[in-house]
């Protein structure tokens, strides 16, 4: 168990439909990320928030956005989805934000079905 | 980005012997390079890193070598157990300070036992 929670483990839903998905750190990580594993693409970075800003942005599209809230935790919105979007979505934690590297700890994952 | 699932590479090795998994990055501004495992319904788990400074690192029955010449990282785990069976992924950042984090196809270590 890494320490990281995810909510919900599954979701199934239809194509055009607005999801969130939830993520609480580790307690004491400052930084949570945001990752998707598809078949077809892997594992794709999405997105990192530190301290409630957002660090950096990898392959997030613009139907997808994330934040985190004053307690640390995060959310990962997506809307008008699509089938292509069926997906395990993990989320990942670590102490600091950067520059330096900082270990993450994974989640145990929501997998997203769009039907 | 690579494709994963059905057609991941695959080694197969006896219970006791070393492994080697190879992965080939893309990208020689890459500064940092990580290991990870992930094992059947579990996220992502770390097992080693290297900065681009050196050319090997050992931790507790793995090793990771790199080959900046030709963009090449390898992971060897000693003494391979049951529990060892995952994929294994390689992950390079090459945004500096940045974080831009890449992850290569996976391979799928199994153990027999």
């Known amino acids: 168990d890494s320490g990281v929670t995810q909510t919900p483990k599954h979701l199934i839903t239809a194509t055009g439909q607005r999801v969130t998905l939830r993520c609480s750190p580790r307690?004491?990580?400052?930084?949570v990320y945001w990752y998707q594993q598809s078949l077809d693409q892997g594992l794709q970075f999405l997105i990192q928030?530190?301290?409630?800003?957002?660090?950096a942005k990898g392959n997030i599209l613009e139907r997808f956005s994330a934040q985190q809230f004053p307690d640390l935790h995060s959310e990962l919105n997506l809307s008008s989805l699509e089938l292509g979007d069926s997906a395990l979505y993990f989320c990942?934690?670590?102490?600091?934000?950067?520059?330096?590297?900082?270990?993450?700890?994974f989640g145990p994952g929501t997998r997203l079905t769009v039907l | 980005g690579e494709s994963v699932g059905l057609h991941l590479p695959t080694l197969s090795v006896q219970e006791g012997d070393n492994s080697i998994i190879n992965c080939a990055y893309s990208n020689s501004a890459s500064d940092y390079f990580i290991w990870y495992k992930q094992e059947s319904g579990k996220g992502p788990q770390f097992i080693i890193d290297i900065r681009s400074n050196m050319d090997k690192r050992q931790g507790q029955r793995v090793t990771v070598l790199l080959n900046k010449t030709v963009k090449h990282l390898s992971l060897q785990i000693a003494a391979t157990q049951p529990g060892d069976s995952a994929v294994y992924f390689c992950?390079?950042?090459?945004?500096?300070?940045?974080?831009?984090?890449?992850f290569g196809k996976g391979t799928l270590l199994t153990v027999n036992p």
């Open positions: 928030y530190y301290n409630g800003e957002e660090r």
């Open positions: 992950a390079e950042n090459s945004g500096g300070s940045n974080y831009k984090l890449t």
């Open positions: 990942a934690s670590s102490v600091g934000g950067g520059p330096l590297w900082q270990e993450q700890f």
């Open positions: 307690s004491g990580d400052l930084s």
